[in-house]
Each structure stands twice: as structure tokens, then as C-alpha cells.
T-cell receptor, first 113, second 111 residues
Framework: NAGVTQTPKFQVLKTGQSMTLQCAQDMNHEYMSWYRQDPGMGLRLIHYSVGAGITDQGEVPNGYNVSRSTTEDFPLRLLSAAPSQTSVYFC????????????FGPGTRLLVL | AQSVTQLGSHVSVSEGALVLLRCNYSSSVPPYLFWYVQYPNQGLQLLLKYTSAATLVKGINGFEAEFKKSETSFHLTKPSAHMSDAAEYFCAVTRGGKLIFGQGTELSVKP
């Protein structure tokens, strides 16, 4: 199993540009989440999904969109990037009801100029 | 609302010394508590978790944590630090079925 994979590893954007961060898992996990990690703030939940076709907002959803058309994939879209979205983004997956034991991807480092 | 507070954003110990990373939680109901570790340029991995069974929880790499309800604490310890333990450690609690992370503690290990 590849586990949770994320692409790209690193991206530089200009303010106002859009992009999609990709996340895929091959463990047949129903639950998937997106977090952002900023110094001194831990990880904050952006959006999450409990299954294909079902998504919900987390703690910091503004400026981000998600969709879940398949169990395997959970892309995160930035429609109009802002410098405040400079961060490291992590995707995670877990079994139903198993929010605790989340499996994390390696992260995407995003710089918005 | 459940939350966690990690005391100390940076802890430095000598190789072979005791590691103690502090985590306090606030919760109106018995929580599930977790410690995750993040090595440089990697994602997080689960170190150990408390789910209301034994109060002393053993994890990977020789780490353990004790749930103390009276102190609302879930501190992480390791008797003897190794250079490979240098990483960032996150305490987390479940809230509404989701994980809420603390701010993180960076552990440095000096030779």
C-alpha cells in the first residue's frame, strides 16, 4: 500500500491564482481530512469528509473548497490564493468512527507571494 | 469545548535523559487523547492513544503517557532520550468526532 499520497510536494503561487492540492489513499478509508500546519498553531482542520459525496467544514474553511467523488480521492481547491494561505497542508484518512487514528500524507508546502 | 494545551513550545534534553512533554486538556466528558509525532519534513504518525481503558498507555519507540483525570493531564514520557527522538510532538483530543491538536512541542536532543 502507498498509504496517503499528496501532490505536489511544493508549490509557489501568486496572489489570486488558483490551484488544486491532490490527496489519494489506497486503504479504503471512508474518512478523509485536510489540515493546515502553521508555526505555533498546531494543525487546524480545514475540511473533512465521512464518505464519497459527503463533505463538511472544519475550523478554518474560508478560501478552500473540497469535493469527494470517490472513496480514494479528496482534492483541496484554492480558488484565489492569498498570502495568508502560505502553509503546509496535510491530508489524512481513517476508518469510519476512527477519527483518532489518522494516517497522514507527507504534506504539501505552499508559498503564496 | 474540548481543547488541549501543550506547555512549552520547545524542550531540549541530553541524550540518555528523561523526556517529559506536557499536555493538559479541557473536556466536559471523558476524552480520547492522543500523541502524534512529526519527524522533519514528514507527516504525522500516531505515537499512542488513550481511549478509557488503562490509564498508563505505552506507545512506539519507548514512549508512554499517563492519563490523570484529577490533573486533566496526559503527559508524554520516555526514560532515556535518543538522538532519533528529535521531532515535533502533538497532543490531540477528539471533539465532535474530529481531532483537535495542541500547538506542538519541538524536542531537541543534545549529544
Amino acid at each position: 500500500n502507498a498509504g496517503v499520497t499528496q501532490t505536489p510536494k511544493f508549490q509557489v503561487l501568486k496572489t489570486g491564482q488558483s490551484m488544486t492540492l491532490q490527496c489519494a489513499q489506497d486503504m479504503n478509508h471512508e474518512y478523509m481530512s485536510w489540515y493546515r500546519q502553521d508555526p505555533g498553531m498546531g494543525l487546524r482542520l480545514i475540511h473533512y469528509s465521512v464518505g464519497a459525496g459527503i463533505t463538511d467544514q472544519g475550523e478554518v474553511p474560508n478560501g478552500y473548497n473540497v469535493s469527494r467523488s470517490t472513496t480514494e480521492d479528496f482534492p483541496l481547491r484554492l480558488l484565489s490564493a492569498a498570502p495568508s494561505q502560505t502553509s503546509v497542508y496535510f491530508c489524512a484518512s481513517s476508518y469510519p468512527g476512527g477519527w483518532e487514528t489518522q494516517y497522514f500524507g507527507p504534506g504539501t508546502r505552499l508559498l503564496v507571494l | 469545548a474540548q481543547s488541549v494545551t501543550q506547555l512549552g513550545s520547545h524542550v531540549s534534553v541530553s541524550e540518555g535523559a528523561l523526556v517529559l512533554l506536557r499536555c493538559n486538556y479541557s473536556s466536559s466528558v471523558p476524552p480520547y487523547l492522543f500523541w502524534y509525532v512529526q519527524y522533519p519534513n514528514q507527516g504525522l504518525q500516531l505515537l499512542l492513544k488513550y481511549t478509557s481503558a488503562a490509564t498508563l498507555v505505552k506507545g512506539i519507540n519507548g514512549f508512554e503517557a499517563e492519563f490523570k483525570k484529577s490533573e486533566t493531564s496526559f503527559h508524554l514520557t520516555k526514560p532515556s532520550a535518543h538522538m532519533s527522538d528529535a521531532a515535533e510532538y502533538f497532543c490531540a483530543v477528539t471533539r465532535g468526532g474530529k481531532l483537535i491538536f495542541g500547538q506542538g512541542t519541538e524536542l531537541s536532543v543534545k549529544p
